[in-house]
């Protein structure tokens, strides 16, 4: 037979066993997510910093700063527990493949090519529970914008997980019009670091 067809049947081939193991991906981390109640933390956080910025009256501002702080520890707690729980998953699916597209079968047969997902989860975890903690002193607009950068990147690492970095890349541009370059470069220095030592960048 013609190789053009060997290579359409290998391609096809490889489409959909990517689009099944995304789809396993996506229920898995679905079930680790599902006790918590992060992304309406994250929406409330997000929305609420954007609100106290925009605000002109000191006390009103104020007062959004000192509820987000509510919701920042709320937050904590439960990112503390997910790091915590993730720490089961093992095995090829709990790797991440550090290749800008999916390949088949990849966090199987090039175990050197990805990072572990519990080990992203316990960087994030801890870089947000510092940023909620301040002990640098950061003034609330500059600890907003540190706590965005690193909620993007914890968004970012979650779709890396079940798709791709480049369609999770895409996601947060269009999602939020910010690169993951510009997530990273805002986020604590300790996260930063933990991300590029584990090549979850």
Known sequence: MDVSFWILVGAVGAFFYNRYDQARRVLLLRAQLQPYQLEQLMQTLLEGYLRALGEADEERRRSIWQ????HEALLVSQLQRLASDSASL????GRVSRLPMAL????????????E????????????????????????????????AELLLFQHTC???????????????????????????????????????????
């Not at 093992?90 to 699916?93: D, I, K, L, R, V």
């Open 67 to 70: 509820v987000m702080e509510g």
């Open 90 to 93: 093992t095995g090829p699916m």
């Open 104 to 115: 088949p079968g990849v966090t199987a047969w090039w175990p050197k090519a990805c990072f």
């Open 117 to 148: 997902l519990s080990q992203a989860l316990r960087i994030h975890a801890d870089g947000i529970t510092r940023v909620a903690h301040n002990p640098e002193g950061l003034s609330p607009r500059d600890k907003a914008f540190c706590m965005t």
């Open 159 to 201: 779709h890396w997980y079940c798709r791709s970095r480049t369609t999770a890349s895409t996601r947060l541009v269009a999602q939020h019009q910010t690169s993951h370059a510009q997530a990273l470069a805002g986020a604590s220095a300790a996260t930063r670091e933990g991300l590029i030592a584990i090549g979850a960048v």
